[in-house]
Each structure stands twice: as C-alpha cells, then as structure tokens.
C-alpha cells in the first residue's frame, strides 16, 4: 500500500534559520513526489513535481529534492511569509496513476 | 485567470440532513478530483472523473456519498443523510489529463462542512 510519512509533524524557525523538511515515501510505481503549501482556510498551492532520483528544484527560498525513499524540502533564510503547513504527495501504480496519497503536514512556523 | 471554485464555503447541516457541494474547475481542465481533509490531517482522495466519466471512486466512504459531473464540467458532491463524522473540507482539484504524469492537481478553497 502507497504511503507517505512527513517529519517533523511541527516546526518553529526564527526568520534567516534555515532548515528542512523530510517527506518518507513507499509506492510502486512512482509517477511523481508533489510538494503543496497550504495555508489555513485556503486549499492546496502547488509548489514542485518531482520524478526520479537526484532530481532538484527550486523556487525563491525553496529547493525541493527527491532520492529513491525520500523527498526533503530545503527552505533558506526563512520568513515569517513562509509559514504554513507544507505538504507531500505521490501519484503511483495503485492509484491508476490519478489520485494523490498524501502525508499528513508539517506545520511551519517563522518568527521575526 | 480563473482557478478552481468551490461553493459554499461553509456549510452546517443538522445529522441527517443531504447536503450539496459544487466544483467549477479551472476552463479546459479534463480531470477533476474530489478529496476529503480532516482537521491536522493531509486530503484523502475520494473520487475522480475524467470529462464526464467517473473512473474511480474508490475513496467514497459510503453510499451516502455520490458525485457527478454530467457535461464534463461542473461537479457536485452530494452527502445523503449527514453524520458527524462526515465533518471535513472538502477539496476539488482540477488538472489537464489526470493519468499524464506531468500535469499537476491545481486545488480550490474547499467547502468545510460541519455536521451538529
């Protein structure tokens, strides 16, 4: 069974604390590791797709990678913008290749 | 440009009563999901189409619960005969085509749902 585990559950930055969040994954068949920022009361704000291992990206202060078992969210010098809960999914065989398994969150906060 | 939008935004409904919840996904988009998120927790997929066609509802927790998208847009997620534990956001996504891998889910706001 498809299945993604995200740690840690809650974590609290100073702003310019630079830090990362871990995303454990077990599919067969992997068809893409998607990272989503979600604030509170707002749906799902797509942020990487990620295909096969060693495979980076980045936007503004966000680098997301991807290895064979996990994926890790890099985020540098933070900001109180960036708080949110920050979530991961995989797309993969089980799932005819449409729905989305989730984790279940890490909660980032920043503080100035 | 438009994205996904769903209505209502909040909805409460006494145990009991059918409750309807509507998704307008972003123009053109072939494939659109239904997904269930519980407080603290991550969505849970619950079914999806692809124009008018319902390929998988795998996720539905019940048959109290029914989707539709007849003219291959617009979808309702219908809940009969509400419980508690039926209480959750519920998300729509939209993407180009579902089953091409690179074609991200774009989600709307949610509708929360309470249930007294």
């Known amino acids: 069974e498809d299945q993604v585990t995200q740690s840690p559950e809650a974590l609290r930055l100073q702003e310019g604390e630079s830090s990362s969040l871990n995303c454990s994954y077990t599919?067969?068949?992997?068809?893409?590791l998607f990272w989503y920022r979600q604030d509170p009361g707002k749906g799902p704000e797509f942020l990487f797709t990620?295909?096969?291992a060693g495979e980076e990206k980045e936007k503004e202060r966000l680098k997301a990678t991807l290895t064979k078992k996990e994926s890790f969210l890099h985020i540098t010098a933070p900001k109180p913008e960036d708080s949110a809960t920050y979530l991961c999914?995989?797309?993969?065989?089980?799932?005819?290749?449409?729905?989305?398994?989730f984790g279940a969150g890490t909660r980032l906060a920043v503080h100035p | 440009g438009a994205g996904v939008s769903q209505s209502p935004r909040y909805k409460v409904a006494k145990r009991g009563q059918d409750v309807a919840l509507r998704c307008d996904p972003i123009?053109?988009?072939?494939?659109l999901f239904w997904y269930q998120q519980a407080l603290g927790q991550g969505p849970e997929f619950l079914t999806y189409?692809?124009?008018?066609?319902?390929?998988?509802k795998s996720g539905l927790p019940s048959d109290r619960f029914f989707a539709e998208r007849p003219e291959g847009s617009v979808s309702t997620l219908k809940i009969q005969r509400t419980q508690q534990e039926d209480s959750a956001v519920y998300l729509c996504?939209?993407?180009?085509?579902?089953?091409?891998?690179?074609?991200?889910?774009?989600f709307g706001p949610g509708t929360r749902l309470t249930v007294t």
């Open positions: 996504a939209s993407s180009l085509v579902g089953t091409v891998p690179s074609y991200e889910q774009y």
């Open positions: 599919v067969s068949g992997l068809r893409g």
């Open positions: 990620l295909y096969s």
């Open positions: 999914a995989v797309r993969g065989r089980s799932g005819g290749y449409n729905k989305l398994i």
């Open positions: 123009s053109g988009h072939v494939s």
């Open positions: 189409f692809q124009n008018e066609a319902q390929l998988d």
